[in-house]
């Protein structure tokens, strides 16, 4: 270990290389109940240089390597499995290295987060907007896209996995690749290059979801949209556990909002100082917010007009909906709910707790309504307040569900894991795939998943990374 450090000493610096045991700790654990386990060295990284010459160190001693930005994933992700070498990107490779206006898109190192680009976005290019998650401002955007989050455009745009433009990469081999249109040019691409991921082999794929396991990205070229000048939210409160899906659906599938994000009356509770909210009988059941945006105040009234029109059509079909305006919901309740639209923001009901946890999943849409049904029977078996948080994802083509847990760090774990497991289990077999999947859950899954996909992901890992290097244990590799 003596010979080893001296060795990551000369390659990032003395100051740059840690293993003492108050430096590594916070990186052992996260706010999941995922089990913890500690690195034995935290690089901070500053160049590729360095990091091809980390690549070859690892694979000549099989030491494990964690690539880490804010460790915000809250699936356990960047808790090393076997010891190794933490790589923590969000100390000194967070620039933002170009926006391009003409073909909208962001060239980010890894560190940049969601804060920095919002304020870089603001300040310089105001014509121009990014999607936000409902992750802390100091969570990153590289990790959030090569994650595939669901973001506040995510209704019009899909995944933030289909945004991304292209990536630059050092592979097991210590390579270093650029994939996209920014392939032209030998040692450097032109920063006007990272436009557009087709129509060449995707290889992108190779590196997105892929938890950190095949390579490390170094540069990723974000897609950016316009910013319209006219901007409004409005809020739908449903009453009916299910009916909440009618909106995803109807909503979604008139292209006329931005996002839709849906939470159950016990979320908004828990935003209004509730910390333990129970649903009074005759209460409604979720709402959602719908950001609507347009370039002229006649598109707007347009959207308005087509929006109020699907409400009404609901409530022909004897769905209780009431449509109100959400920002002035937020002035008269309670100005903290305001952060579900300003984003990006810390919103409070999902920070206030030690822990955080969650069963994050796409989802088919059809099954929406049973699978509200089961998860919030679920909750209520186990004595927790349900948090179900949901979403439309391109236009309705597809949803996301997510039932969330706040509990007390190293005290609550045993009980919120065996909720967490029933609930898996349970959207597993309606056909939900869980996102930022911690391994365990990966564990239950392998159990039904096609076995020529587990072998040719398997295949594939092996070829990216023979040695088994980066971020062992992710996913049971
Ligand atoms: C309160 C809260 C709310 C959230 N809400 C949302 C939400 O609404 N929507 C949503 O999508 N997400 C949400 N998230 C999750 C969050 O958006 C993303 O997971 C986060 O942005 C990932 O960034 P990070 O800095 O935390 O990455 P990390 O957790 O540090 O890393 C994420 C993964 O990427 C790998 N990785 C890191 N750097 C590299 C690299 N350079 N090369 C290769 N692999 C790498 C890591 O090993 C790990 O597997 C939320 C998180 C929190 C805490």
Redo the contacts with the bound molecule.
């Keep these: 270990m003596e010979e080893l450090k001296e060795k990551l000493s000369t390659i990032f610096g003395k100051d740059r290389v840690t293993s003492n045991q108050v430096d590594l700790y916070p990186y052992s654990y996260?706010?999941t109940e995922c089990s913890p386990g500690m690195p034995d060295f935290v690089v901070i990284p500053e160049n590729n240089q360095q990091l091809v010459q980390l690549v070859s160190l690892a694979n000549e001693c099989k030491i494990p390597l964690?690539?880490?930005?804010?460790?915000?994933?809250?699936?356990g992700?960047?808790i090393p499995h076997h010891g190794g070498i933490i790589?923590d990107?969000?100390k000194k490779?967070n620039r933002i290295l170009h926006v391009n206006e003409d073909m909208m898109y962001a060239l980010l190192e890894?560190?940049v987060?969601?804060g920095q680009l919002k304020k870089y976005l603001d300040n310089n290019h105001s014509n121009l907007r990014y999607s936000y998650?409902?992750?802390?401002p100091?969570?990153?955007?590289?990790?959030?896209a090569?994650?595939?989050?669901?973001?506040?455009l995510s209704c019009k745009i899909g995944s933030?996995g289909d945004s991304i433009n292209g990536l630059e990469?050092i592979t097991g081999m210590g390579e270093i690749a650029r994939i996209g249109s920014c392939f032209y040019g030998k040692e450097h691409s032109d920063p006007g290059s990272w436009w557009c991921r087709y129509p060449m082999p995707d290889l992108l794929g190779l590196?997105v979801n892929?938890?950190?396991?095949?390579?490390?990205?170094?540069k990723c070229a974000v897609q950016l949209w316009p910013n319209p000048r006219i901007q409004k939210c409005y809020m739908v409160i449903m009453f009916g556990l299910t009916d909440i899906v009618d909106v995803l659906q109807e909503v979604g599938r008139s292209e006329i909002v931005d996002d839709i994000?849906a939470v159950n009356t016990e979320v908004i509770k828990m935003t209004c100082e509730i910390p333990e909210p129970v649903k009074i009988p005759g209460e409604p059941d979720f709402a959602a917010i719908l950001p609507i945006t347009a370039k002229t105040e006649k598109m707007m009234q347009a959207k308005e007009e087509i929006l109020h029109q699907v409400v009404d059509e609901m409530r022909e079909k004897g769905i209780q909906i009431l449509l109100i305006d959400f920002l002035e919901f937020a002035k008269i309740f309670n100005l903290r709910v305001r952060c579900y639209h300003d984003l990006p923001a810390?919103?409070l009901s999902?920070?206030e707790y030690s822990g955080?946890t969650w069963f994050?999943s796409y989802a088919p849409m059809h099954e929406m309504k049973l699978l509200i049904q089961k998860v919030y029977s679920i909750f209520n078996e186990h004595g927790i307040p349900p948090f179900i948080?949901m979403?439309s994802m391109k236009s309705g083509h597809y949803a996301?569900f997510?039932p969330i847990i706040r509990y007390k760090k190293f005290k609550e774990e045993k009980k919120v894991h065996m909720l967490l497991e029933e609930i898996a289990e349970t959207c597993i077999n309606l056909g939900c795939i869980p996102?930022?999947t911690p391994a365990w859950m990966t564990e239950k899954m392998r159990k039904v998943i096609n076995p020529g996909w587990l072998q040719l992901f398997e295949r594939i890992k092996k070829c990216m990374d023979p040695n088994n290097i980066?971020?062992p244990g992710?996913w049971n590799t």
């Design positions: 996260d706010m964690i690539p880490y930005i804010s460790g915000n994933n809250v699936g992700l960047t790589i990107f969000g490779m890894p560190g987060t969601f998650p409902f992750a802390p100091y969570a990153s955007v590289v990790g959030n090569i994650l595939s989050g669901m973001n506040n933030m990469v590196f892929w938890q950190g396991m095949t390579g490390l990205v170094t994000s810390v919103i999902l920070v955080l994050g948080y979403k996301i997510r996102y930022k980066f971020n992710r």
